[in-house]
């Protein structure tokens, strides 16, 4: 117990945290009269018991986090939050079984936006705006947050963020104090989301409606109040309203403070992700709109552009919202848009997946090795941005994928071991890991993961919280080395 002890008390700190959020929700039951009122005094109360308890047990056996303390406590977090997020859903649907509760909230605070629910429109809306709610928390990390307003945490602070926080390159601060950089990544996150919230609104959507897809897009999750997600409002206004929130949360959210913090565009500029996601994702809009329409899907260019830009943008950014079933769309179409997923949105984003600056630095490893074949004696080094990559960056991120495309061969072979067919295997497994949502067929964008036995649900599950921590930070707990002394 001692040994853990600091871990504990600062998940019961995060805990005591993460019951307060469950307000917001009360106080819209209570505007409302959904119905919904109680649950949230149940919620809230056996939340913060169980965190204060937590604490009360362990506080008086204090020490510093290290930095194996901090991949722990990050896999802790994101493990238990989920199941108290579930609580709301499991008081007001009793049929709800707890598994495809903990599904629903661990699809929520990943941001993966996969739901196994049905009747969204006719839920109440404090229980549609705790769903969305998770997502925005989920978005910039729940973590991160707690740096931003613990300072108790102190030196553990750093060992936290670095866990948490994705991108392969994360020693890299904005100010001189984590706090700080914390504060401020949350404040831009916040300021980002007011003005999509304004924006929704301009193009017809009301105050609700507004605020939860605001949430879900800033938190690129993908949840929607309705069961026909974004296709419910057969508005191109709506849709291009948030295809531009999509792109702005798909980027890295440091480069929009330091854009904001010197009052310039040239942070975009200068940011090798930004230029290379948007060329990626804006041309393959345009690439695969002509493919679709030249294979008849849609009699008119510009509405294959519409509906193609749209999909397609959701899915690269790891987003899920959907306006139309793509499921019938070529092939082709749509496992580019999965691949897209692993790879266009930028680290320090709310996306998950590969991220950019691994994707842009593999091809430039690439793109050496084949020059040292002609040159052998020369020296290469790769660069990002006019500068060089160290070779320890470039030897960690070729692990990173090794890793990442054997946890998706193995998990797939798991849910086909099921019974599950190719397609809506490979699909869940890569939409899970890239937290992007709807997959095809059994899982596709015209249906949700209902359908999946409680075993298939639970690998699903796993991969959603393993991509959302990009992959290591929850595997090296599981390794023998992490528990020795």
């Given at each position: 117990m001692r040994k853990l002890a600091p871990v504990i008390t600062t998940l019961g700190l995060v805990l005591m945290l993460f019951s307060f959020t469950m307000l917001l929700p009360l106080l819209v039951a209570w505007l409302t009269d959904d119905g919904a009122l109680t649950v949230y005094d149940e919620s809230i109360g056996?939340?913060?018991?169980?965190?204060?308890?937590?604490?009360?047990?362990?506080?008086?056996?204090?020490?510093?986090?290290a930095a194996r303390d901090g991949y722990l406590l990050v896999s802790l977090i994101w493990s238990v939050l989920p199941a108290f997020a579930t609580l709301p859903l499991l008081f007001h649907l009793?049929?709800?079984?707890?598994?495809?509760?903990?599904?629903?909230?661990?699809?929520?605070?990943?941001?993966?936006?996969?739901?196994?629910?049905?009747?969204?429109?006719?839920?109440?809306?404090?229980?549609?705006?705790?769903?969305?709610?998770?997502?925005?928390?989920?978005?910039?990390?729940?973590?991160?947050?707690?740096?931003?307003?613990?300072?108790?945490?102190?030196?553990?602070?750093?060992?936290?963020?670095?866990?948490?926080t994705p991108g392969p390159m994360k020693d890299d601060k904005l100010t001189p104090r984590i706090?700080?950089?914390?504060?401020?990544?949350?404040?831009?996150?916040?300021?980002?989301?007011?003005?999509?919230?304004?924006?929704?609104?301009?193009?017809?959507?009301?105050w609700f409606e507004a605020v939860c897809h605001a949430f879900s897009v800033m938190g690129l999750g993908g949840f929607s109040t309705h069961d026909a997600s974004v296709g419910y409002f057969n508005s191109p206004?709506?849709?291009?309203?948030?295809?531009?929130?999509?792109?702005?949360?798909?980027?890295?959210?440091?480069?929009?403070?330091?854009?904001?913090?010197?009052?310039?565009?040239?942070?975009?500029?200068?940011?090798?992700?930004?230029?290379?996601?948007?060329?990626?994702?804006?041309?393959?809009?345009?690439?695969?709109?002509?493919?679709?329409?030249?294979?008849?899907?849609?009699?008119?260019?510009?509405?294959?552009?519409?509906?193609?830009?749209?999909?397609?943008?959701?899915?690269?950014?790891?987003?899920?919202?959907?306006?139309?079933?793509?499921?019938?769309?070529?092939?082709?179409?749509?496992?580019?848009?999965?691949?897209?997923?692993?790879?266009?949105?930028?680290?320090?984003?709310?996306?998950?997946?590969?991220?950019?600056?691994?994707?842009?630095?593999?091809?430039?490893?690439?793109?050496?090795?084949?020059?040292?074949?002609?040159?052998?004696?020369?020296?290469?080094?790769?660069?990002l941005g006019g500068h060089a990559v160290e070779n320890r960056i470039i030897f960690a991120i070729q692990t990173y994928v090794l890793v990442y495309c054997t946890l998706v061969l193995f998990l797939t072979m798991l849910l086909m071991a099921t019974g599950l067919d190719l397609v809506s295997s490979v699909s869940a497994i890569i939409a899970c890991i890239n937290n992007a949502g709807p997959g095809l067929n059994v899982v596709g964008p015209?249906?949700?993961?209902?359908?999946?036995?409680?075993?298939?649900?639970?690998?699903?599950?796993?991969?959603?919280?393993v991509g959302r921590l990009e992959l290591f930070t929850l595997l090296v707990v599981f390794t023998p080395a992490f528990w020795r002394k």
């Open positions: 056996i939340t913060f018991a169980s965190g204060f308890l937590m604490w009360l047990a362990t506080y008086r056996m204090k020490r510093e986090l009793p049929n709800l079984s707890f598994t495809d509760a903990y599904f629903e909230t661990m699809s929520g605070l990943t941001t993966t936006g996969a739901t196994v629910l049905t009747g969204l429109d006719y839920l109440p809306k404090s229980i549609n705006l705790w769903r969305h709610q998770l997502h925005w928390m989920g978005g910039m990390g729940i973590i991160v947050l707690a740096v931003a307003i613990f300072p108790l945490l102190g030196v553990g602070g750093m060992q936290l963020y670095k866990a948490e706090t700080e950089t914390a504060k401020n990544l949350w404040l831009v996150y916040f300021a980002i989301t007011l003005a999509c919230i304004g924006a929704l609104m301009l193009v017809g959507l009301d206004q709506v849709e291009y309203g948030l295809i531009l929130f999509m792109l702005i949360a798909g980027m890295n959210f440091a480069t929009h403070f330091l854009a904001w913090r010197g009052r310039s565009l040239r942070a975009y500029l200068g940011d090798s992700e930004a230029k290379g996601f948007l060329l990626l994702v804006l041309g393959s809009c345009m690439g695969i709109s002509w493919y679709v329409w030249m294979q008849g899907v849609y009699a008119d260019f510009w509405v294959a552009v519409r509906h193609v830009s749209f999909n397609l943008v959701s899915m690269a950014t790891d987003c899920g919202f959907v306006s139309t079933d793509y499921n019938a769309w070529p092939p082709c179409a749509t496992f580019w848009m999965l691949y897209l997923s692993c790879v266009s949105v930028s680290s320090g984003s709310t996306g998950g997946g590969i991220k950019m600056v691994r994707t842009i630095l593999t091809f430039n490893q690439a793109m050496r090795e084949m020059s040292k074949q002609i040159h052998p004696a020369a020296v290469l080094p790769v660069r015209a249906n949700n993961y209902a359908p999946l036995t409680d075993f298939q649900t639970w690998v699903c599950t796993f991969t959603m919280l």
